[in-house]
């Protein structure tokens, strides 16, 4: 089973950016999944932010941060990046990674367990 790990949440100011990384403990299946970031808020369902195939062909982007958020990921290191910029109080929410999901270009769905995830507070 792949355990993955997200790290680079914190403040940040709002229009500000900060910048996420997801890593896999498993190498060998990493690389051959579709993979994505996931956001929670208290209350609320998690919700899809940005999901990547496994050969970066292919990516998913939520409508509320479509051009300011970019993913990538890089198999040979097993890591998985969320770049986000121009920040809103609105983003502000628990930040997960899922090492397999189901996407097409318009839905993301987690199919696998998620890591501990990382907190992100953006401040108005």
């Known amino acids: 089973q792949v355990q993955v790990v997200e790290s680079g949440g914190g403040l940040v100011q709002a229009g500000g950016s900060l910048g996420l990384s997801c890593t896999a403990s498993i190498g060998l299946t990493f690389g051959t999944y579709a993979v994505g970031w996931f956001r929670q808020v208290p209350g609320k369902e998690r919700e899809g932010v940005s999901c990547?195939?496994?050969?970066?062909?292919?990516?998913y982007y939520a409508d509320s941060v479509k051009g300011r958020f970019t993913i990538s990921r890089d198999n040979a290191k097993n890591t998985l990046d969320l770049q986000m910029n121009s920040l809103k109080a609105e983003d502000t929410a628990m930040y997960y990674c899922?090492?397999?999901?189901?996407?097409?270009?318009?839905?993301?769905?987690?199919?696998?367990?998620w890591g501990q995830g990382t907190q992100v507070t953006v401040s108005s």
């Open positions: 990547i195939t496994w050969n970066g062909a292919l990516t």
């Open positions: 899922a090492a397999k999901v189901s996407m097409t270009r318009d839905y993301c769905s987690a199919v696998s367990s």
